[in-house]
Each structure stands twice: as structure tokens, then as C-alpha cells.
């Protein structure tokens, strides 16, 4: 790994990446040179997911890279309609054959679908695939705090990581405290917030004076705030400027800034406790 790169520690005694790659949206048979690309430019993280329907192309690209197994950070995800302690773990299996590995580094489930009620089950599951050492880490994507409550209460173990939404517009200030009282690694998808904020002038000028993009400062507020980030490029010039974040730094003004543009009706993506999209 690159020394410019962050690692983030987990509660578990292992560590992690701070910045990877997301391949939401990235085609199979694209995947595989867009994953060797990230990796030759110095990304050790790579965040796929089932339903993404890419795990077989990012494992073909894992395997074309120069790169040894063990010095690369591989998560996937468990998706809606497998909850359940049987069924997790033959979607688990079924992950790892199409990735070409015999273990991932980190195992999330993907939403909790709490009006299906089986999110319980399938962490009880996820906590034996970790016990047996294929899934190094285990977290989950989209928690409230509500349901990150019910995996403590009911089995006394809380995920590493919370994959969650989260960029200037969308902060989840409250759901991040949970987060830091309980020693879960916050972890950002869409930190660029997609796209809508590529004119906002309280970034632009931040942009300016640190002579960076806008994509830039707002993955390094992300860095400094002690996120995970992962964001998507099948672009190489952008994985590259994606990439150089670590020789700069925002001030206490800059952070401040962008603080204040977070907004109430900010989220863009689906609310955790009514989405239940089984099927893509």
C-alpha cells in the first residue's frame, strides 16, 4: 500500500483502507480493467456488492493485478432477499465463488430491510462466517441507529463498519455520533453526493483557494472527518485525481463551511426503514 494512503482501525483488532472504490453501476465485463487500473494507480480497497451483478469481472481484475491477495481489502455485500441464517450463507458462498476467493475482507449486509424482520438472522449468520475466518470483518449498509441496537441487544455484537449516505448535503450528525460512541467505522457511499453539487459556490470556492476540484475537497472532508469513502469512477483520470487527496489538507474554516450546507431533505437515495427492493 501507498504511504500517502489512511487506514482506519476496527473494533475487531483489524484496519482498513480509508479510501477505495466503489464499482456501483460498473459493468461485468468492464469491471475486471477498471479494478486493475485502480489498483495499479494505488487503490487497495475495492467495494463491490451481489446485487451489482460485477462480483466475477472485480475478481478477474483482482487476479490480473501484480498485487498480492493479502495486501488487498475486498468487500461484498449480502442483498435483500437472502436474509435469513441459510440462506446468507449460500449467498455468501455464492459471492465468494464469483469474486475467485476463498475469503473476503469485509461481509455487509446490504440494507435491513426491517419490514421483512430477518436482519437479525442473517448477522447471527454473518457472526459465524466471521468466527470461521472467510469473512475477516463483518458490517452492515444503511443502519439506523434503531436497528444497530437491535443487533446488540440480540446478539451482542455491533458491526465494524455502517455503510451509510453521507456527503456535504447529508450529513447524518446524529447517526455518526451512534456511530463514534459505539466504535463503528463510518463508512460514506455516494460521497459526492452524485453530482448536484458540482456548482455549489461554498465548494468552488473552497476548490479555488486549495487550487484542488470540487470532487477533491469534498472527499478530504470526508478523510478528515475519519470517514471510509468509496467513491465510483470508470473514468482513469478521475480514479488518478480521486486518488490524490492525502498531500493537502482543509482548514478549521473549510470544514466549518461545508458543515453548514448539510440539509434536512438532503438524502437522495432510498430511506433505510422502507426500503425493501427484493429483486433488481
Known sequence: MLSSQKTVSFHDGRSAPQ???GVWQVEND???SIVKTAIDIGYRSIDTAAIYGNEAGVGRGIAESSVKREELFIATKL???RHG??????????????LGLDYVDLYLIHWPVPKVGLFVDAWECMIQLRDEGRAKSIGVCNFNVNHLEQLLDQTGVLPVVNQIELHPQFQQAELREFHAEHDIVTEAWSPLGRGRLWDDPTLNDIARKRQRSVAQVMLRWHIQLGNMVIPKSVTPSRLEENWRIFDFTLNDD???AIARLDR???RDGPDPELFRLLKA
Open 19 to 21: 479510501l477505495g472504490m
Open 85 to 98: 441464517h441459510d440462506s446468507t450463507k449460500v449467498a455468501f458462498e455464492e459471492s465468494l465463488e464469483k
Open 30 to 32: 468492464i469491471a475486471s
Open 254 to 256: 473549510d470544514m466549518a
Open 79 to 81: 442483498w435483500n432477499d
Open 264 to 266: 434536512p431533505d438532503g
